[in-house]
């Protein structure tokens, strides 16, 4: 499981990378991405987030299970500390790993509407130039022309703006999947020392087991 989900992360990872840099790939993964939001594409993801979103209530749950169950208030025995490492480190992962996904829904649907927009300047342009090479009396279309390209420019602006904040937020997101690999790595050097702590002290009740019998 939690293999799964760290795979999963770094493909979101690469996706999210993709898209903030213009070369040949990303034409290719925002191609992708059109036709899995056609036709059942966006129920069948809501589903998986769905599905992913109850899981990870469900190891809350069970953190929270275990915290309750404890002997004393603060005190859990090592099995449980295990079982709460675990269940702490996948909540995480899916977490951060539907936070990725919805970072890379945004990302599309920007770059989607600047392609569109740009799309629209370019019709635009041509039609100004058309206008300009025709007659004088065409002058005050001319001037319409203009406000609507001015309008558009004001709003590529705006749109460039904004792929600019998610650029850093993606820039973020990778900094925070940094962060949280070497959170995770403490996690997994923590679960095996725990575990080992259980062996042992399961060699030591074996011990005292066939001390009372002898």
């Not at 925002?30 to 059942?40: C, E, F, I």
């Not at 069948?44 to 209530?57: N, R, S």
């Not at 295990?82 to 996948?90: C, N, T």
Request: charged share 25%; hydrophobic share 45%; aromatic share 6%.
């Amino acid at each position: 499981m939690i293999q799964l989900l760290f795979t999963v992360i770094f493909a979101e990872m690469a996706l999210i990378m993709t898209l903030l840099f213009k070369t040949p790939l990303r034409k290719l993964v925002v191609m992708a991405l059109d036709r899995v939001k056609r036709g059942k594409g966006p129920i069948m993801a809501q589903t998986v987030a769905t599905t992913i979103f109850v899981v990870l209530m469900s190891s809350v749950y069970s953190m929270m299970k275990i915290q309750n169950r404890s002997v004393e208030p603060g005190l859990i025995n090592p099995t449980d500390q295990v079982l709460m490492a675990r269940h702490l480190l996948e909540a995480s992962l899916m977490g951060f790993l539907l936070f990725l996904a919805l970072m890379i829904d945004r990302l599309h649907h920007y770059i989607r509407e600047l392609r569109l927009l740009r799309k629209a300047m370019e019709a635009e342009k041509k039609q100004n130039r058309g206008f300009e090479d025709g007659k004088n009396g065409r002058a005050e279309e001319a001037k319409a022309m203009g406000e609507e390209m001015s309008s558009l420019r004001t709003q590529i602006k705006k749109l460039e703006s904004e792929c600019e904040t998610k650029a850093k937020e993606a820039e973020a997101a990778e900094a925070n999947t940094v962060a949280l690999k070497k959170q995770s790595e403490g996690f997994l050097l923590e679960y095996d020392r725990l575990l080992e702590e259980n062996q042992n002290l399961k060699s030591q009740l074996e011990s005292i087991d066939q001390g009372l019998q002898s």
